[in-house]
């Protein structure tokens, strides 16, 4: 009796430990699928997240990139180079355009519009064959001798922008005031007198006599001013 009262109670528990391992399984499974789920959520949030970090950089090299092709794009740079050029061509074109000599011009002078007649207007032509640049003014002595004559100023306000470099045949014109008009003691009687250039050094060697227009002209030596040698005379800078 006693044995048959026991098997039940074995029975019973071995059932009931069956059904708790089936149990266990079952929610270990679920476990397991619950954790690769949440791994594969994971996962796509990091690649998600990898992606956006991707394109966040991207626009942020993009960004980088327009402000370097903007800082690349040098128009100062291609300015400077252009203005380097362009002033090497013309150094070079004065270069080949010498000083011009006594030798190089014909010089003569006419009385401006008067009367008194206080200023003469000097021309200088290119005989040479080649351009030649004219520089600065007229270096003038009405004396009897170039080496005694008194130094003639030059009027600042007349000189020109650029260098007057002379084609073949082309011709310069200087303005000069000879006298302060009327009759004075201090003017004496000039016939001819002497003309010098410049050089890119200094005074050129040599000097040419020029004849006074209309065989003469009334000088004061205090009174005496040049301008600078010009294409054509000009209303202001060449008025003294």
């Known amino acids: 009796m006693r044995t048959s009262i026991r098997r039940p109670a074995v029975l019973a528990a071995t059932a009931v430990a069956a059904l708790s391992l089936t149990l266990t399984a079952c929610g270990g499974e679920d476990g397991s699928k619950d954790n690769g789920a949440a791994a594969s959520v994971s996962a796509e949030q990091r690649t998600s997240g990898s992606s956006g970090g991707g394109s966040s950089n991207g626009g942020g090299a993009g960004t980088t990139g327009s402000t370097g092709t903007t800082g690349t794009t ?122 010098n250039l410049f050089a890119a050094d200094g005074p050129a060697e040599g000097s040419k006599t020029v004849a006074a227009p209309k065989g003469e002209i009334a000088v004061d030596d205090a009174a005496a001013k040049t301008g600078y040698w010009t294409y054509e005379l000009r209303n202001g800078a060449d008025e003294f």
């Open 74 to 195: 040098g128009s100062t740079g291609t300015t400077g180079s252009t203005s380097a050029v362009q002033a090497s061509v013309k150094k070079k074109a004065t270069a080949k355009a010498p000083a011009c000599t006594v030798n190089d011009v014909k010089i003569s002078a006419a009385k401006q519009a008067g009367p008194p007649t206080t200023h003469i207007t000097l021309t200088a032509t290119n005989i040479s064959g080649h351009a030649c640049t004219l520089l600065q003014y007229p270096l003038l002595g009405f004396g009897d001798l170039p080496q005694t004559s008194k130094d003639v100023p030059a009027v600042a306000k007349s000189k020109p922008g650029t260098p007057i470099v002379l084609n073949a045949g082309t011709p310069a014109y200087a303005a000069v005031r000879i006298n302060n008009g009327g009759v004075d003691e201090k003017n004496h009687a000039v016939s001819s007198f002497y003309v």
